[in-house]
């Protein structure tokens, strides 16, 4: 494992990239065959689950630190990471050893399945042999929230260097949550025959930041609404249907609309498009879509009252060819003659291609896109191929303004990571009746500035504490942006609001200010008579 550290180390003390991608390819040249496949899906983010309780945890951590249990408490608050606060208060082995990663992965995967007893001598077996970076990084193991500072695309791009293959190549086939028990280095990179489930990369369109007018003549472009799903990838090869998110989540069981499609397409396509929840011609709120993800077993009810589509616009594999390098208007014409030849049209619509006569046009349907039932605009140029990751100049997402509301800050937590010792994870309230009543949390748009300024408030103006969370004054405002707001029976307020961040200090605004409930049931009206 020592060699993992010395790995995570190096990508801790750099912010370069390159530095990063040749400490990865540095470790891979060195360390076993067994480690180096669950180095990269550590690194990829496919990890284990918690084995065990952290409750659990801390009264292990005291007991064998010969501390008392509030003691430990009260440094997690300050630390606010337990792995770092275990690593802190456990005491120093003078038995280090050195263990392979698979070692590890093996002893946390026959946590999973131990009683609690079996579950204490393990760990504990372990805190008496690690230590410093070593012993934290287990202990991240641990508590399920390994990071490190390298992105996905880093990471392929490492291993590609390593293996001297292309990269859109190693993406393709680290796609999907492989498990690093059933895999080798050979498996995963060199044997394909047995990887028809997987998905392509999905290409990612930017942000639109500039005036659509640099994009040049608006006919050079396919224009679609924004519609708010789940972006997937649906497969249908060697007789058997695959239904894959942009998380890289299989989700064909939750889409069981898509199964008969196995028996009406031919092999050898894979569409790209959004899922989403459509009834009478149209699609309904993102809200309804949650109904149908959160549950395991798909009631009759959760199919009426949620069906599924996909609303396709793009087709990536056709009778088995990888078609990804053709121009899109050749990609579109393809999937248009596919949903006119096959009767699918129940399940599978074909997203609306947009003709404005300019991009004023085109500026005043994003502006009211909420009333067209999407969220703004996609800009995909008529040449484009289906590229791989996110990548700037060919697609665009042109996304409405967002709505915002005005809040009372509440309550207060400490943040994570760099943002451990700020009171940075805030609760918002609104009025309702003459009593602030709770209705959102939001954790960034602030900037550090800002932050320092307000955690030294909230230190001056705490009124309660519950462990890590702090009651404040109600006296600062604060303008909270989001995508989407409904009712919700699960919060207080009785509303959810979609994506909720923060946009600014209103400094010029007194609490008896602050938008209402009230305010908040108009706005959810107001969109639903847009919807209708």
């Given at each position: ?26 470790y ?27 409750t ?7 007991e ?13 608050f300050i630390?606010g ?23 590890i ?21 372990y ?14 193991f ?27 190549v ?11 028990f059933?895999?080798?280095l050979?498996?995963l ?6 990887k ?26 396919i ?6 799903g789940?972006?997937?990838q ?7 249907l695959?239904?894959w998110?942009r998380g890289e ?8 609309e ?26 309904l709120d993102?809200s ?10 798909i ?11 996909m609303?396709c616009?793009?087709?990536l ?5 990888d078609?990804?390098?053709w ?5 579109r ?7 006119q030849?096959?009767?699918?049209d ?5 997203s ?12 005043t349907?994003?502006?009211?896109a909420r ?9 995909k ?7 791989v ?12 303004d ?33 009593q ?13 500035k800002e ?6 408030w ?12 702090r ?10 942006a989001?995508?989407g ?6 919060h ?5 609001l ?8 209103r ?5 008896s ?20």
């Amino acid at each position: 494992m020592m060699d993992f550290i010395m790995l995570f180390d190096a990508i801790d003390q750099t912010t370069k990239t390159s530095g990063k991608v040749n400490a990865i390819v540095q470790y891979l040249e060195e360390a076993t065959e067994e480690d180096k496949i669950f180095a990269i899906a550590i690194l990829m983010g496919n990890k284990p689950k918690r084995p065990v309780k952290t409750t659990d945890l801390r009264a292990w951590a005291a007991e064998f630190s010969s501390i008392p249990l509030w003691l430990l408490e009260e440094s997690y608050f300050i630390v606010g990471d337990l792995a770092e606060t275990l690593m802190h208060v456990i005491p120093k082995s003078n038995q280090e050893t050195a263990f392979h990663l698979v070692t590890i992965f093996q002893d946390i995967m026959r946590l999973q399945g131990a009683d609690i007893g079996e579950q204490r001598s393990i760990i504990i077996d372990y805190w008496t042999r690690l230590n410093g970076t070593a012993l934290f990084v287990f202990n991240k193991f641990l508590t399920g929230n390994f990071r490190v500072g390298v992105s996905r695309k880093l990471v392929i791009k490492a291993v590609a260097k390593y293996l001297n293959a292309e990269e859109p190549v190693i993406e393709h086939q680290l796609m999907g949550k492989w498990n690093p028990f059933e895999e080798t280095l050979q498996t995963l990179f060199k044997v394909q025959t047995d990887k028809h489930f997987l998905p392509y990369p999905f290409y990612l369109a930017y942000p639109l930041e500039s005036e659509p007018e640099t994009l040049g003549n608006i006919s050079d472009w396919i224009i679609e609404p924004k519609l708010d799903g789940i972006r997937g990838q649906l497969i249908i090869r060697q007789d058997e249907l695959f239904v894959w998110s942009r998380g890289e989540d299989l989700m064909t069981d939750k889409f069981v609309e898509f199964n008969e499609l196995t028996a009406i397409l031919p092999n050898g396509i894979v569409l790209d498009g959004e899922v989403i929840p459509w009834k009478e011609e149209h699609p309904l709120d993102f809200s309804v879509m949650q109904t149908r993800i959160g549950r395991k077993n798909i009631s009759k009810k959760s199919l009426q009252d949620a069906p599924l589509v996909m609303v396709c616009y793009d087709v990536l594999e056709w009778e088995g060819e990888d078609i990804r390098s053709w121009p899109l208007w050749k990609r579109r014409e393809k999937l248009i003659e596919l949903l006119q030849t096959y009767p699918v049209d129940h399940v599978l619509k074909l997203s609306v291609s947009k003709t404005f006569e300019s991009w004023a046009d085109a500026a005043t349907f994003r502006r009211e896109a909420r009333h067209y039932h999407a969220e703004g605009l996609m800009l995909k140029h008529k040449d484009s191929p289906y590229e791989v990751g996110r990548k700037r100049g060919r697609w665009w997402k042109w996304k409405t303004d967002p709505m915002t509301v005005d809040g009372v800050l509440i309550y207060a937590q400490s943040g994570h990571g760099r943002r451990a010792n700020l009171f940075t994870d805030y609760t918002f309230a609104v009025w309702d009746e003459g009593q602030l009543v709770p209705f959102t949390k939001a954790y960034s748009g602030l900037t550090d500035k800002e932050l320092i300024t307000i955690d030294n408030w909230i230190k001056r103006n705490t009124i309660e504490k519950f462990g890590p969370v702090r009651s404040v004054q109600p006296e600062l405002v604060f303008e909270l942006a989001f995508e989407g707001i409904n009712r919700s029976s699960r919060h207080k307020s009785g509303i959810a609001l979609r994506f909720p961040r923060i946009v600014r200090w209103r400094k010029d605004k007194p609490a008896s200010e602050a938008n209402t409930k009230e305010d908040l049931l108009q706005l959810i009206s107001s969109v639903h008579e847009s919807n209708s």
